[in-house]
């Protein structure tokens, strides 16, 4: 059920009990004062009549028939019956013997002094009388047509009143409940409109205070979010198609021209040698596009186990080295580090060879030299690994752009690379709950600084 009807039909049902039952208590409490009060009329009828017949001597049964049947402050249908302690009938004014009494109803009104009922639309009191009165037994009897004629007026118009109010209640209620919710439509409407070719568009916040205005910001910030994601993926395919397009561009034509006419045994020879450079290098970029991807999905658990940054280290050197003959790589130990515990982490033992290598090779690759230099310190939390050559250095504001899938520094272009390797590194770092720094001077060199977390200062490895 929509919103809009639940809180429609919970409002309607909220007001309309309390109307009712406002009603009904009212109904009921003007009910009971009129029986109240009806009765304490017929109980003083009952009292006088009593009174007359015993205390005045002169008024006999017939006499005081006749004063009451000219009273003017007689009760509606007055009846009047009253007997004696031997259940006998001293007086009666009920001639067409209306009332009909039992002697077990006697026998009650003297048991309990005081009883009521009812009869064909009349209300009886039974009374007793003793002491002076000699214990008779007194029934009065009347029909309270104006009491009850005004209780069924007051009936009535609490029924109106109450269908009067209903309706008010849910035409009020309508409204209320459209305008409050106008704004939740609102921003259903704008975000129906939003696809992926107008995904810069926002949400109207309203007031900037509420609740609705708050749920506004929040699909705001999803949307900023989405875009960011989106031209990110976009600009990344375009960069990766892009890469892989220049190689085999380069393979096409090194083809075609080779097939254009016959050529000696040399030409096809450093045809085949190029074509085969080239074809490793699209071997790489893809081997390595797998890897980003992997690595920015999430890694699982499992896959990761205690792993000694000194034997990764020897790893790299070992495979720098095989990159080329010229490149020259130092690895040293701060003497800090006094345990073999300072230099376990928790990780995947091939993502931080590649990780580490890939700054070496920069490193490496990005200085006269060919040159870099490890150095592996720590503090109280982390193993700390720094990676420093003498090379070309990036620019400050191009600084934090290098992490960027596909970015290259412009002083860099000269140099073969794809702009892979770096993104790379940055996302394997933090499947470590690492993070990288980095220092560099255009010319002077850089230093990028890794720091992973010690395997004993990790929560789920602790004892
Ligand atoms: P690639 O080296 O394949 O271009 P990377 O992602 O490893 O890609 O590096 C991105 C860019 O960062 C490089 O193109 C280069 O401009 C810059 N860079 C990375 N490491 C260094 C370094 N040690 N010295 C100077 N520039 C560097």
Known sequence: MEIRKKLLYQFIFIVALIIF????????????????????????????????????????????????????VSLPNEKIIIYNYLDSVVYSTDEGNLIYITPEMISEVRLKDDIRLKQNGYE????????????????AAAIDIYGLKKIKRLGIILLIVFFISF????????????????????????????????????????NGKDELAQLAQTFNMLLERLETAFETQKSFITNASHELRTPLTVITGHLEVILMKARTNEEY??????????????????????????????FPETDFSIVRIDEVLWQVSKETQKISKDYKLT??????????????????EQLLRIALGNLADNGCK?????????????????????????????????????????????????????GIGLSLVDKIIKLHKGRI?????????STFTVFIPLNSTLPLNRG
Do not use: W
């Not at 690895?331 to 995947?348: C, M, P, Q, T």
């Not at 982390?382 to 752009?401: F, M, P, R």
């Open 124 to 139: 009886i009191l039974g009374q007793f009388f003793s002491g002076q009165y000699d214990r008779y037994v007194v029934f």
């Open 21 to 72: 039952l406002f009603s009904v208590s009212v109904y009921f409490s003007f009910s009971k004062g009129r029986k109240e009060e009806f009765y304490d009329r017929l109980s003083s009828k009952a009292k006088m009549v009593v009174q007359m017949l015993i205390e005045i001597d002169e008024i006999d049964a017939e006499l005081l028939k006749r004063i009451e049947k000219n009273n003017p």
């Open 269 to 298: 020879r450093n045809t085949i040698v190029s074509v085969l450079g080239n074809i490793k290098n699209l071997n790489d970029i893809s081997n390595r596009l797998l890897l980003l991807a992997q690595a920015s999905s999430e």
């Open 331 to 348: 690895v040293g130990f701060s003497a800090s580090i006094d345990d073999d515990k300072k230099l376990e982490v928790r990780g995947n």
């Open 167 to 206: 309706f008010i209640v849910f035409f009020s209620g309508k409204f209320f409940v459209a305008r409050a919710l106008a704004p939740i439509s609102r921003i259903m409407s704008q975000v129906n409109d939003i696809s992926l070719p107008n995904l810069n568009t926002r949400i109207d916040e309203g």
């Open 366 to 418: 990005y200085s006269c030299n060919h040159s870099a230099e490890i150095n592996v310190s720590n503090d109280p939390e982390n193993v700390i690994i720094e990676i420093t050559d003498k090379g070309i250095g990036i620019s400050e504001e191009e600084l934090a752009k290098v992490f960027q899938p596909f970015y290259r520094a412009s002083n860099s272009m000269s140099t073969k690379g794809h």
């Open 437 to 445: 720094d980095v220092n560099s001077e255009i010319n002077v060199g």
